[in-house]
């Protein structure tokens, strides 16, 4: 998948209307490759629609997906080491979606002998009623859920709920909200393992278009920087070495701490 110059004409598998055979993809990506056909012909008959059974049908099928996983383990381990180093009280999960994240999360507890308190958060109520079976599941670890539309500040109610120091992870939600809920996480978190596709660039990339189609926005590191800075001075960029010997355009984790 190449972004190209010659225009964005999408058609059969990349960004460009090149054709990619699934054979030319490494196996792990083979489900983000046709999750990225889907879109393109959706486009082609309109608008996006979550709701469509091939997009509902391919997504959940990403949710079981090699890469999809092994990304979702390295945020909650790397989360896990982190709380044990920095003795962290409370979890905070940002954007819950299907729980895939927090699912992992909760199974990673459970396999590492650990039970930490854990709050999931979510602009909309219907998301968080996918807890509820998580929380059947692993009966011996707090789980609690509640509303905050990260565009804006925590609720006071939720900052009196959190012990400190509370570690925010995420995946995937930063991109659909704004710069700004940086400023708004600082209010709550000590440390953050933010697990999203940010452009290291400035220019966009292949994801960064693909995803713009699904209602996310790119998030450029340049504007993330700043603000950064001031809310969480401490930051580990978890791909430099990649970023900076291969050119990789994407950040996809960002530890940050106070
Ligand atoms: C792609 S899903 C996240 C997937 C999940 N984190 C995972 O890794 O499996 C994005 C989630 O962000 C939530 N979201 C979008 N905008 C938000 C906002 N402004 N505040 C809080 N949550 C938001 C959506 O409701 C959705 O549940």
Redesign the pocket.
């Known amino acids: 998948m190449r972004n190209g110059k010659r225009g964005l004409r999408p058609q059969k598998g990349s960004l460009t209307g090149e054709e990619v055979r699934e054979e030319e993809i490494p196996e792990a990506f083979r489900t983000e490759l046709k999750i990225t056909r889907v879109i393109v012909e959706m486009l082609d008959l309109g608008k996006f629609d979550w709701n469509h059974p091939k997009v509902r049908g391919i997504f959940g099928e990403l949710?079981k997906a090699p890469f999809?996983s092994f990304f979702?383990k390295m945020?909650a381990r790397i989360s896990l080491r982190l709380a044990e180093l920095a003795d962290v009280q409370n979890f905070l999960?940002?954007?819950?979606?299907?729980?895939?994240?927090?699912?992992?999360m909760l199974n990673q507890m459970t396999q590492q002998n650990k039970s930490l308190p854990l709050f999931v958060?979510?602009?909309?109520q219907i998301?968080l009623e996918n807890m509820e079976k998580l929380a059947d599941e692993y009966p011996e670890i707090k789980l609690e859920t509640g509303l905050?539309?990260?565009?804006?500040p925590p609720s006071a109610d939720l900052v009196e709920k959190i012990c400190h120091p509370a570690l925010l992870y995420?995946?995937?939600?930063l991109?659909?909200?704004?710069l700004e809920?940086i400023i708004n996480i600082s209010k709550i978190a000590d440390i953050v393992v933010f697990?999203d596709w940010i452009n290291y660039t400035g220019q966009l990339f292949a994801y960064d278009e693909v995803f713009k189609k699904i209602g996310?926005r790119p998030m450029f590191y340049k504007d993330i920087k700043p603000i950064l800075d001031d809310c969480f001075p401490n930051q580990l960029i978890f791909d430099k070495r990649a970023l900076d010997t291969i050119g990789l355009p994407t950040i996809s984790l960002l530890i940050c701490w106070r």
């Open positions: 949710s999809y979702g945020v999960e940002i954007g819950a979606g299907k729980a895939n994240l927090t699912g992992i958060t979510d602009a909309h998301v905050w539309d990260i565009t804006g995420e995946r995937y939600t991109n659909y909200a704004n809920s697990g996310s």
